[in-house]
């Protein structure tokens, strides 16, 4: 028992499925780039399918579909203002993208692709570098005065810039870590308790129950987590857009 | 004192960030369960934010963790 020991982190190890070498880039792809092909052929199916044949008294997948729309539509014109719904399709995308991974991952032998850093870490970089860019298209170098907030003393400023800049900076990566390490952590424990199962003997029950009902939480975790990153990037957006 | 034990002992403490997170969890439902008491039609509008404060908050809790996990492992 002791000899195949596994430890729960071995769940997230990435296996190459076609060896692909370029000289000395390594662009094999493995199992998290399968689980992504998957994760975007869900996404596509489930909305093209669901709106074909599309009626105005909707049938159930037309209104899931429907329901997904409306829900990112509202939250980006609510939280990203009227400038803000041209970039609905990259939230709607972002969000549908999210969402299908954390739940996809959940099912039996199948990987987390968001339970990687660098795939969150892309998705938050590509945010953060797309709303500076939006806010330097839009208010010049005026956009450095969003470092001062008005109405704060002059005085203050040695003490305010450098905080609001170092909290401006570190937006990437706290999207990037909140993603991940709900994913990771969920993971892990589901990983730990499913451990415990054998060496319980008879009460190995537990284990099992207390599994089942963290599969349900995670679920729910996924589905927030996902509405969480989503709407961090409308936010992100209106500051961007129309600077406080 | 060797790597190993330091590396748990550091791990430790990591996590004892997690009391803070815990009341600030335990105040956000709070505030959503007095606003209901009050005036139980505003729960539709109330419970979005809440849940979206709560994990907001949730996420500062597995920022420790993933501290724990770099001293741990790294």
Redesign the interface.
Same mark, same amino acid.
Do not use: D, G, P
């Given at each position: 028992m002791a000899a195949n020991k596994t430890s729960p $982190?071995e769940q997230f190890t990435i296996h190459r499925i076609v060896p692909i070498h370029i000289g000395r880039l390594d662009a094999s792809f493995t199992n998290s780039a399968l689980l992504m092909c998957i994760v975007v052929g869900l996404v596509v199916a489930f909305m093209a399918l669901s709106m074909r044949g599309a009626r105005l008294v909707p049938s159930r997948w037309q209104s899931m579909a429907e329901l997904s729309y409306e829900f990112i539509a509202n939250m980006v014109r609510d939280n990203a203002g009227a400038a803000g719904a041209r970039y609905f399709p990259f939230v709607f995308t972002l969000f549908m993208f999210i969402l299908f991974s954390n739940l996809v991952g959940l099912f039996p032998f199948s990987y987390t692709v968001t339970s990687q850093f660098i795939v969150t870490a892309g998705l938050a970089v590509t945010v953060f570098i797309g709303v500076t860019i939006i806010a330097f298209a839009r208010h010049g170098f005026h956009f450095f005065t969003f470092f001062f907030p008005e109405g704060a003393p002059v005085i203050m400023a040695p003490l305010l810039v450098p905080i609001e800049i170092i909290s401006y900076l570190s937006r990437p990566f706290?999207l990037a870590?909140?993603l991940f390490?709900?994913m990771m952590?969920g993971h892990i424990m589901l990983a730990v308790f499913a451990g415990f199962v054998v060496s319980l003997g008879l009460f190995g029950v537990l284990p099992i129950l207390f599994d089942s009902v963290l599969i349900g939480f995670e679920v729910f975790i996924g589905i $927030?987590?996902a509405?969480?990153f989503a709407?961090l990037a409308c936010l992100y957006l209106n500051d961007a857009l129309y600077m406080h | 004192m060797d790597l190993a034990s330091a590396k748990m002992i550091g791990a430790g403490l990591a996590v004892m960030a997690l009391a803070g997170v815990g009341v600030g969890i335990g105040n956000i439902f709070a505030a959503l369960v007095n606003a209901v008491g009050r005036n139980p039609s505003a729960r539709s509008k109330v419970f979005g934010i809440g849940?979206?404060g709560f994990?907001?908050t949730?996420?500062v809790a597995?920022?420790a963790?993933?501290i724990a996990f770099l001293i741990l492992?790294g």
């Open positions: $982190l706290s870590i909140r390490a709900n952590a $927030l987590q509405y969480v709407i | 849940i979206l994990a907001l949730e996420a597995l920022y963790l993933v492992f």
